[in-house]
C-alpha cells in the first residue's frame, strides 16, 4: 500500500494500487474513529460515511432510478441470490450488466447471497466446497461455490462484490461458529483467487465470529491481508441490543485498516448508524427505509411516526418540515395519509421517497459533523430529539 501526501495535509489519499479503486479520508474525528471520506469506484465517487438503499432485485421497490438519485443517493445494493435466481446473471450480462439492465449510471454493491441462502434454513447443505440449497421460488436445486458466487457477481458487473460467507447465529456454540469461520476463510481464499486481475471490481471480505469478540478478531485479522479495497462486517444486526452491536464495534475498531472503507452489514436505522461511524465505519445498507414506508412509518428529525394515524386526517403540515425531499415540498400528511387508507400506491412511493431522501441526508449532516470535528455533539444533539 502506497500513502500519498496530498497538497491539503489534512487529506490523505491510500493508493490501492488500482487506477479504478482509491479510498481518501478528507477529516477525521479527534475524539473517536469517525472519518469522513471519498471513494473513487469505475462509476463513480461514494462519499463516506454513506447509507446504500437496498434494491434487491434490481430495484429499490417503487422507485425508479431517477428518484433514488434525485435523493441524493452515491451507490445502492442489490442481490446476488436473488439475482441469481430470476432473471438469472447470463439475462443481466447479455442486457449489458447490472447498470444497464437497470438504468443505474453510479455504483453498485452486490452481496455474494451467501445471508439468503444460509436464511433457508431445512433448504441447504454445507461442506467445503460451498453450499446446496433449494430455490425458495420453485424447489430447483442449485450450488454456491466461492467460484461460482464470483462468476455471478462477474456477470452482474457490480464495482462492489462479496465473498461467500458463512453467517453464525446465536443458538451456535464457539465451536459451531469456529467451524463456520474456518470455512468462510476457505471461501475467501478461493474468492480471492478467482478476482485476481478484475480491477473493475472491488472484492470485500466478510469478518465475522458471531458474538465472541475473540472470533472477532481471528477472522478479521485472517481477511486483512485480502481486504485490498475495502472490508465488511457481518453477523450483526440480526436481532442483537444496541449494547452488543456496539460492544463487538468497539472491540474491532483499533484493528481495522485504516486505508481502506468499512462496510458493516444490514445496518440502517439512525442509533446504529451512529454507533457505527463513532466506531470508524464507512458504509451502511439497509431495507428499513422502504419497509416501514409500506407500513405508513415516516422517519423524522423528532422521531418516527405512522402517517395512518387518524390524528393526520386533517394535518396540511409536510411529513417533516426541515425536509426538502418531493414529497415533503409538495404534498401534506394529510393527503399521503389518503393515499394509504384509499391503497393507492403513490402513498407508499411518496413515503418512500422521504425515508430514503431523509436518511441520506442524515448522512450529509453527519458528514459535515465530522468536518467539523464536532461528530459526538452532532450524536448526542440528534438522539436526544430523536428519541425524545
Known sequence: MQIII???????????????????????????FAREGEFATP??????????PVGTLASVKGLSPEEIEMCGADIILSNTYHLFLRPTEEIVKNAGGLHEFMKWKKPILTDSGGFQVFSLSGLRKIDDNGVIFRSHLD?????????????IQHKLGADIIMQLDICSGYEMTKKEITDNDDRTFLWLQRCYKMNLGNEKQA???????????????????RAIPYAKHGIAIGGLSIGESATE??????????????????????????????????RGIDMFDCVYQTRVARNGMAMTNDGNFNIKNQRYKDDFSPIDSSCDCYACKNFTRAYIRHLYVAKEMFGLRLLSIHNIHWTLNFMKRIRQSIREDKF?????GFLERYNK
Not at 472484492?203 to 485479522?221: A, C
Not at 459526538?376 to 448526542?380: A, N, S
Open 203 to 221: 472484492l470485500f471480505p466478510i469478518v465475522q465470529g458471531g458474538f465472541h469478540k475473540d472470533l472477532r478478531l481471528r477472522s478479521l485479522e
Open 6 to 32: 496530498c497538497a491539503n495535509e489534512i487529506n490523505i489519499c491510500y493508493n490501492l494500487g488500482y487506477m479504478t479503486f482509491k479510498f481518501e479520508i478528507k477529516a477525521k474525528s479527534t475524539e473517536c
Open 245 to 278: 452491536y456496539t460492544e463487538q464495534l468497539s472491540n474491532l475498531a483499533p484493528h481495522l485498516p485504516v486505508g481502506i472503507p468499512h462496510y458493516v452489514m444490514g445496518v440502517g436505522t439512525p442509533e446504529f448508524i451512529l454507533d457505527g461511524v463513532e
Open 43 to 52: 462509476h463513480g465517487i461514494i462519499h463516506t460515511p454513506v447509507f446504500m
Open 376 to 380: 459526538l455533539d452532532f450524536k448526542k
Open 139 to 151: 424447489g430447483r436445486e442449485f450450488e454456491f461455490t466461492p467460484e461460482k458466487v464470483m462468476e
